[in-house]
């Protein structure tokens, strides 16, 4: 069975730093194309980082430069680093897997990233 277990959202200041964190387990990692997603209310869920098995990186315009996303295939985890975060940063952040080549889709739970002023 699939899963993602996303850990690392929480409150934190204009222009302060949060890392988030997503595990995956029952799928080979390393055959996995794994991502971020944010979705605030009222909105539909927009890509924000995607890593592919290869290490290539692709970002929303609105975050490249301060978020970097990154994987660790020996601890089946990815990573969002978001540095110098914005008032249109909040939002619920889900990880999102896609497994190569079958192309099936997961997605977590969902961590809650508010930005104060």
């Known amino acids: 069975q699939v899963r993602l277990l996303e850990s690392g959202g929480g409150l934190v200041q204009a222009g302060g730093s949060l890392r988030l964190s997503c595990t995956l387990s029952?799928?080979?990692?390393?055959?996995?194309?794994m991502g971020w997603y944010r979705q605030v209310p009222g909105k539909e869920r927009e890509m924000v980082a995607i890593?592919?098995?290869?290490?290539?990186?692709n970002y929303a315009d609105s975050v490249k430069g301060r978020f970097t996303i990154s994987r660790d295939n020996r601890e089946n985890t990815v990573y969002l680093q978001m540095n110098n975060l914005k008032h249109e940063d909040p939002g619920v952040y889900y990880c999102?897997?896609?497994?190569?080549?079958?192309?099936?889709?997961?997605w977590g739970q969902g961590t809650q990233v508010t930005v104060s002023s």
């Open positions: 999102y897997r896609q497994s190569i080549p079958e192309r099936h889709e997961y």
């Open positions: 029952g799928s080979r990692f390393r055959l996995n194309r």
């Open positions: 890593i592919n098995t290869g290490n290539n990186e």
